[in-house]
């Protein structure tokens, strides 16, 4: 299967690269620019792409980007620290991001007559983010298949949407993820914050899954006391 893979250089999209590289074939990592101030993530992407030895093509779609508005990741809105999870990390959500992107991968992937798109969204981000749902999915694949009727046959490739970012670290170890080489951090800064809550989501994960977390965090302890609070608060 010649699958295209949306990767942003964190840490689910690389191992999803790294998965497709060792069980399928994958032909190239697409990525984008939507005027995110976590912009650097896609370094990673590049990197991961040299690694693997594939074609890297970045998207600037910045100026639809720019109208998503009331965006903490493209407005000038502060990044949330604590729980993944937690309502104040709905202002992270990008509306309609993931559509987007798949339908001009989709489009790409016709054209350059590739079998499937992958893309990484899985289990811990349905919290928040509607189009990461097994749901929306779904319903992205059926309507390409009429989208693309008679051109194309273009399959979504999405092999973590009912799993955990814990069990996509177990995933990574089995097929050689180098976990220090990919980007989760929403602040974009020189460090993972350790606080926002794609790196409480990333260390925990690693936790979860019994491996060693190789990231490099400002606050590396943070995500202990918020986890449990938000488990309490669930009551779980």
Not at 107 to 134: E, M, N, S, T, W
Not at 147 to 165: M, R
Not at 173 to 200: D, I, L, M, Q
Request: charged share 20%; with cysteine; hydrophobic share 40%.
């Amino acid at each position: 299967m010649n699958t295209i893979v949306i990767c942003s250089g964190g840490l689910d999209s690389v191992s999803l690269a790294h998965k497709v590289a060792a069980q399928h074939q994958l032909v190239g990592l697409l990525s984008f620019d939507y005027g995110q101030r976590h912009r650097k993530e896609l370094d990673f992407a590049a990197a991961c792409a040299r690694r693997l030895g594939v074609a890297h093509r970045i998207i600037d779609i910045s100026n639809i980007g720019a109208h998503l508005t009331g965006s903490a990741l493209t407005d000038d809105i502060a990044i949330p620290d604590g729980h993944y999870a937690e309502e104040t990390m709905r202002v992270t959500v990008v509306p309609n991001r993931n559509a987007i992107m798949l339908a001009i991968a989709f489009g790409l992937a016709a054209a350059q007559k590739a079998d499937a798109v992958g893309v990484a969204v899985h289990g811990g981000d349905h919290f928040i983010y509607p189009d990461c749902r097994p749901g929306f999915i779904d319903a992205f694949g059926a309507m390409q298949d009429q989208a693309l009727d008679g051109y194309a046959s273009v399959s979504l490739y999405a092999p973590y949407v009912h799993i955990s970012k814990a069990d996509i670290v177990t995933d990574g170890v089995n097929n050689g993820t180098p976990f220090a080489e990919t980007w989760s951090c929403y602040k974009g800064g020189a460090r993972h914050c350790g606080r926002c809550g794609t790196c409480v989501e990333r260390r925990e994960a690693f936790h979860l899954a019994g491996v060693a977390d190789p990231t490099d965090y400002e606050d590396p302890d943070f995500w202990v006391a918020v986890t449990a609070r938000f488990s309490v608060k669930e009551g779980k």
